[in-house]
């Protein structure tokens, strides 16, 4: 590999943000397509040269921690920036850091925090030794990271939080040289997004579990066989966002949450809130992410009925509401 020579620079800065699964949950595991949106929450990392230590060093509101004496929430992270240093050639005397970071995405929420938090990093370091983010690299680095979080990811956080345009999303099962793919999504039309979260956390594993054993009981031999109704909604929502057919896109939102609530990943809470949103005018709503706790979202053709909805969803109990905007000129928070 090619020697990346140290960049001039005694402070970078990267950035990520949050994301939300549209459709196509749990049944991405498998090989079918999921739709992902991005979320104006952001994750800022702050890195400079640390002269006090030869250490790494992870500050945040949350965790502290260095390279010598980790949290387990950071040895993924650290795990990492070791990676991009040994990619990037740098010599020993220039491998103490310090980095801050600063988020605002909750944690444990289905919103892709941890993914953030590793771009962002990433992408800081990159720039603090080499002055740019070779793509490739970045994802090879992020991958380490979120390895270390979940086990075996699929790349989809990974990917969904450094793209700043709604993107559709499968896995390559039949290639591992080639995990993944993805592509940015055609959108026509404005379209209104309220998030619910219902402060539940649950283990992402244990959720996996029980809609794989869901998916093989009701599919017996031919377990594929029940993914395609999964597959016939994200190609439903897919063909609203290119034409603008906020109705449908309602519609298919809902048979996605029906699908998830058959395969035993919904729960009281996220069924209330759903019917929550619905009941104050919004045209779709659905589980968001693994389920059973984390997060719904539900879509409005007004900023003024969403902003009805965010009202409603905290009267029913969600802990935390955010509204934002995602049309062809870009997505915004409100």
Same mark, same amino acid.
């Not at 491998?95 to 925090?113: H, T």
């Not at 953030?116 to 800081?124: C, K, S």
């Not at 879509?299 to 965010?310: K, S």
């Not at 029913?316 to 915004?332: P, R």
């Given at each position: ?57 992870? @500050?945040?509101?949350? /965790? ?23 990619? +990037? ?5 220039? @491998? ?15 919103l ?19 002055? $740019? /983010?070779p ?5 090879q680095?992020?991958?380490?990271? %979120? +390895? ?31 995990p ?20 539940? %956390? ?13 998916? $093989?009981?009701? +599919? ?26 906020l ?23 996220l069924? @209330? ?23 719904? *979202? ?24 955010? +509204? ?6 870009? *997505?915004?928070?409100?």
């Amino acid at each position: 590999m090619e020697q990346i020579k140290r960049a001039y620079t005694n402070h970078s800065e990267g950035k990520a943000h949050a994301k939300l699964i549209l459709g196509g949950e749990h049944s991405v595991v498998y090989g079918t397509p999921a739709v992902v949106l991005p979320v104006p929450l952001s994750v800022i990392a702050k890195v400079t040269k640390n002269d006090e230590s030869d250490h790494i060093c992870i @500050r945040s509101m949350l /965790v502290v921690g260095n390279d010598r004496e980790s949290s387990s929430l950071l040895d993924g992270y650290f795990r990492m920036i070791k990676q991009i240093q040994e990619l +990037c050639h740098i010599p020993k005397l220039d @491998r103490a850091l310090n980095i801050e970071i600063l988020s605002d995405i909750p944690i444990r929420s289905g919103l892709g925090s941890s993914a953030a938090v590793a771009n962002a990093i990433a992408i800081a370091v990159f720039k603090f030794y080499k002055g $740019n /983010v070779p793509k490739d690299l970045l994802y090879q680095a992020v991958h380490i990271a %979120e +390895c270390y979080a979940h086990g075996n990811p699929s790349g989809m956080d990974m990917i969904a939080t450094s793209e700043n345009t709604p993107i559709v999303f499968k896995r390559n099962l039949s290639n591992p040289n080639k995990p993944f793919h993805f592509k940015k999504v055609p959108i026509a039309g404005t379209y209104y997004f309220v998030t619910g979260l219902t402060g539940i %956390e649950v283990m992402t594993k244990t959720v996996v579990e029980k809609f794989a054993q869901t998916l $093989n009981q009701n +599919c017996e031999d031919d377990y594929l066989y029940g993914l395609n109704d999964f597959d016939a909604v994200v190609s439903k929502m897919l063909a609203a966002l290119k034409f603008g057919n906020l109705k449908a896109l309602g519609e298919a939102m809902n048979d996605n949450h029906q699908l998830l609530m058959q395969y035993g990943v919904s729960s009281p809470a996220l069924d @209330r809130l759903a019917s929550t949103a619905i009941s104050s005018g919004a045209l779709g709503a659905k589980l968001t992410g693994k389920g059973v706790g984390g997060a719904m *979202i539900a879509l409005c053709d007004t900023l003024e009925i969403a902003n009805t909805v965010r009202q409603s969803l905290l009267i029913q109990g969600a802990k935390k509401s955010y +509204c934002f905007c995602i049309s062809k000129s870009g *997505i915004t928070g409100f």
